[in-house]
């Protein structure tokens, strides 16, 4: 046999076994229970602005999204926040040395 005809062979072996593979995933994927789909975290509102005329002028869309990470319970037990001025170099009273 020549050189196509395994390349043939072999690559018709590697799709056959592909072809069970999958066959096999979708039936276990079958059996497990569908996840529960969650309400949506967001809302959209289009605004449109139109001239006297009727004509749009200005068109604006606005997406909000609402994301929970903690409860309040477990935000209560975190520390505060630190704040903005913890983070500014000190300032020194002494004049900087004349050159």
Known sequence: MNVK?????IVG????????IMALDNIQSSKTPATKASEPNFSTLTTTVRAPDGQPLKVVHEFTVETQIA??????KLPAPPSPDDNQPTQSTVPAPAN
Do not use: E
């Not at 005809?5 to 062979?9: E, P, Q, S, T, Y």
């Open 5 to 9: 005809r395994w390349g043939c062979v």
């Open 13 to 20: 072996v590697l799709v056959a076994h592909l072809c069970v």
């Open 71 to 76: 409860t309040p319970d477990q935000l209560k």
